[in-house]
């Protein structure tokens, strides 16, 4: 069987194709909406989404080679994320799903980061370190449901980097070649030296509010950009990991997944693979065309909850902005 997947949660319009046989991904298409200045207008985002929505539909259909006719379900991400943006899939899934009379299933935008991260490393029960520029939580599978035993207790790593990359003059856009404009600014320091900012570690969550502050003011201050960057980068990093390896003695599991669109960092895939291999467990992070909101990850999702009876009635489909990841069941994994 086969799910075409919808992603709009924020500014990537993503759709995707997946199957419950190999290879399991078929396709894996999207547009993203950049802003000139600042950050994401949701509004603008909303438009792009729809003015796109056509084309990257056709896109993923012909990267398959196949026929909407042979799609069995649609699956949409209805939450969390920006009201507008996802209106706009919920849209779109409500009207292909009633109109070709296909299955709509209704997905987790955090969940699906987390299966694509299963699908592709072949893990069957990880600590997962999820990151992204809403998102920063530590979460593992228990009675029924994954559970969020670490977050953040204020902005994502994420936004972090995105405000202060924006605030210091160096963004956007947000992503050069790859990389994140924070982390090629980090990696020009001559210091080196991690200047006096707050690391602010709570049991198993974080706060990077007064990092974010602090940064800022260093600069006015005249610290120069670049060790302020270095510093932003190696502390947040840090406390991330410190939480991340306190989750995974708690829970003790045998294996680490990284996902999320921040996971594409190589400065903190490094930390994180040092700390999994410093307690002999297994380590995966997602490759960067699965780390960042895209549709397959929504289409594969969907596979999983097709084949466990997960389904939902058009005209129920409704978006839920703040729709946590502990609040969904998973009986693919019960």
Not at 70 to 80: F, K, R
């Amino acid at each position: 069987m086969r799910v075409l997947g919808i992603e709009s949660t924020a500014h990537t319009l993503g759709i995707g194709i997946a199957q419950n046989f190999p290879p399991y991904i078929l396709a894996n298409e999207r547009s993203k909406y950049e802003p000139v200045t600042g950050g994401i207008h949701p509004r603008e985002a909303s438009r792009s989404h729809a003015e796109n929505l056509g084309t990257v539909l056709k896109k993923a259909l012909t990267k398959a080679n196949i026929t909407i006719d042979e799609i069995d379900a649609i699956a949409v991400a209805l939450g969390p994320g920006m009201g507008p943006c996802l209106r706009v899939g919920a849209t779109a899934a409500r009207a292909l799903a009633t109109y070709y009379n296909k299955t709509l299933i209704p997905v987790n935008h955090g969940i699906a980061h987390i299966e694509i991260g299963n699908l592709l490393s072949g893990f069957e029960d990880p600590l997962i370190i999820y990151v992204s520029g809403g998102n920063t939580s530590i979460i593992a599978y228990k009675y029924g449901r994954y559970r969020v035993f670490g977050e953040t207790q204020d902005i994502a790593l994420g936004n972090l980097r995105d405000v202060f990359s924006r605030e210091a003059g160096i963004a956007p856009p947000y992503i050069v070649n790859g990389s994140h404009v924070i982390d090629l600014c980090a990696q020009r320091s001559e210091s080196k030296e991690v200047l006096d900012l707050p690391y602010i570690v709570k049991g198993q969550d974080v706060s990077y509010a007064g990092l974010l502050t602090s940064a800022l003011k260093k600069l006015k201050e005249g610290y120069k950009l670049e060790d302020v960057c270095y510093s932003v980068v190696e502390i947040s990093f840090s406390m991330i990991t410190e939480v991340a390896e306190r989750g995974l003695a708690h829970t003790r599991k045998s294996e680490v997944l990284l996902t999320g669109g921040v996971s594409a960092s190589q400065l903190l895939d490094e930390k994180v693979k040092k700390m999994a291999e410093s307690h002999g467990v297994k380590y995966y992070n997602v490759p960067p065309a699965y780390a960042g909101d895209n549709g397959a990850m929504i289409a594969w999702t969907g596979v999983l909850a097709y084949l466990s009876g997960v389904r939902m009635n058009p005209q129920e489909a409704r978006i839920d902005q703040r729709w946590r990841i502990e609040e969904v069941d998973v009986p693919w994994r019960g």
